[in-house]
């Protein structure tokens, strides 16, 4: 079965354009619109990795991310935020308070796929692939 990674995004656009890329390089794509959606979804499906938003309705990236590492079954699911604030964005910051790495949006098809398998390797778990 492919590597399961969850797209947490509100904006609809984004979602289809990175959804879409994962699918092609073989990997199984989840959506939520908001942060808490993510959560409910992480914990349902228990992805290989989440993509997440920082600027979310409902509930925000950071917060988001804070409740699944609190949670015992999901703290070690590897998390990156997805951002378009770059000027904003501390990288250090960033991973030190959990976020795993750390993407800027407009993502790059070649750098959103080199961090997912940085994370989580290939879609099937084959070294070869």
């Known amino acids: 079965m492919p590597r399961t990674i969850l797209l947490a995004d509100d904006h609809e656009d984004n979602r289809v354009a990175l959804t879409a890329v994962l699918e092609r390089d ?6 939520a619109a908001h942060g ?6 992480v ?16 509930m925000d990236g950071r917060a988001a991310m804070h409740e699944l590492r609190a949670d015992p079954r999901t703290k070690d699911i590897p998390i990156v935020l997805l951002t378009a604030m770059a000027l904003s964005v ?13 993407l800027i949006k407009p993502c ?3 750098h959103l796929l080199q961090e997912v398998r940085r994370l989580v ?5 084959d070294a070869a692939a």
């Open 26 to 31: 073989g990997y199984r794509a989840l959506e």
């Open 121 to 125: 390797g290939p879609p099937e778990g």
């Open 90 to 102: 501390d990288r250090d910051r960033i991973m030190g308070e959990g976020f795993d790495g750390l």
């Open 36 to 41: 808490q959606e993510a959560v409910d979804m």
């Open 108 to 110: 790059l098809p070649p």
């Open 43 to 58: 914990r349902e499906h228990m992805p290989d990795l989440v993509l997440m938003d920082l600027a979310m309705p409902v």
